[in-house]
């Protein structure tokens, strides 16, 4: 599976930005798609999911409230607009989806998934 993510960049704290991942039609419509993070010697976290309907979402407890997980039909494409942003969001981010079709949101953790190379945030303070 595909997945092209973009809209990585530097910004202050507070501020915004919003990152995008496409991806094939068919994963876009059967499969849960996220979002996680990465910084230099600590495993991958995770940031957010939502499922093929664009029905149900998840999120890491650091983010909620602050970040938004959604989803273009038109464009397969899914988002995660990021607000409020802190120095320690600082992290590559990777979009990734489940390889398994109809799976649940909040198990995209532990699921096997196909990854999107990552784009780096940064927030200065």
């Known amino acids: 599976v595909q997945l092209q993510a973009f809209g990585g960049g530097l910004v202050q704290a507070g501020g915004s930005l919003r990152l995008s991942c496409a991806t094939s039609?068919?994963?876009?419509?059967?499969?849960?798609m996220g979002w996680f993070r990465q910084t230099p010697g600590k495993e991958r976290e995770f940031v957010a999911a939502?499922?093929?309907?664009?029905?149900?979402?998840y999120y890491a407890d650091s983010v909620k409230g602050r970040f938004t997980i959604s989803r273009d039909t038109a464009k397969n494409t899914v988002y995660l607009q990021m607000n409020g942003l802190k120095p320690e969001d600082t992290a590559v981010y990777y979009c990734?989806?489940?390889?398994?079709?109809?799976?649940?949101?909040?198990?995209?953790?532990?699921?096997?998934?196909?990854w999107g190379k990552g784009t780096q945030v940064t927030v200065s303070s």
């Open positions: 939502i499922d093929w309907t664009g029905g149900k979402t």
């Open positions: 039609r068919r994963t876009f419509s059967t499969n849960v």
């Open positions: 990734a989806a489940d390889r398994n079709p109809y799976g649940s949101i909040v198990l995209l953790t532990t699921a096997l998934k196909d």
